[in-house]
C-alpha cells in the first residue's frame, strides 16, 4: 500500500503541509518532542514501467522455453529480464556472488560502486543451476 494514496496525495504535497505542521508543533512546549517524529522530506515513489506487453512476454516466454537457446543464454535472459542488472553486472556475476544457501545474489554494481542484494528466485537461480551443471559435463 502506498503512503500517497492513490496519486491522492504527492511526496511534495504532504511535505510542504508538514512543513506547517511542524511549526504548529514547535510552536507548542508540550507537542515539540512530536516533532522527532516526523520526517525532514518524503521519498519520491517510483512506479514500474511495464516494459514489455502481453504479445511480447509471450513471444519472450516461448523463445525462453524453446530449444533454441542455449542453458547458459536462458539463465543470462531470466536473469537480465527479473532482476534489471546492468548487463555489465551480469558479465562480471561470479558464482562466489551467489550465496545459495541465503538465496542472494550480493553484488558491487560497476557503475555506482554500491553493493547490492537481490533476492535469488528459483526461475533464474535454477536456469543458473542448469547452465552451470551442463557446462561442466
Known sequence: MSIYRNDYFKPT????????????LSAHDHTNQLLLELPSRLPNERKIIEVYNEQELIAINN??????????????????????????????????DIYW?????SIIQDKTKQPLN?????????????????SRQ
Open 118 to 134: 537481490i533476492p535469488l528466485r528459483n526461475s533464474y537461480g535454477n536456469a543458473i543451476a542448469d547452465s552451470e551443471r551442463t
Open 63 to 96: 523463445t525462453l522455453s524453446s530449444d533454441s537457446l542455449s542453458e547458459r543464454d536462458i539463465a543470462i535472459s531470466k536473469l537480465l529480464m527479473e532482476t534489471g542488472l546492468r548487463g555489465i553486472n551480469v558479465c562480471e556475476l561470479k558464482l562466489t
Open 13 to 24: 504535497t504532504i511535505t510542504s503541509k508538514l512543513s506547517g505542521f511542524r511549526q504548529f
Open 101 to 105: 544457501d541465503k538465496d542472494i545474489i
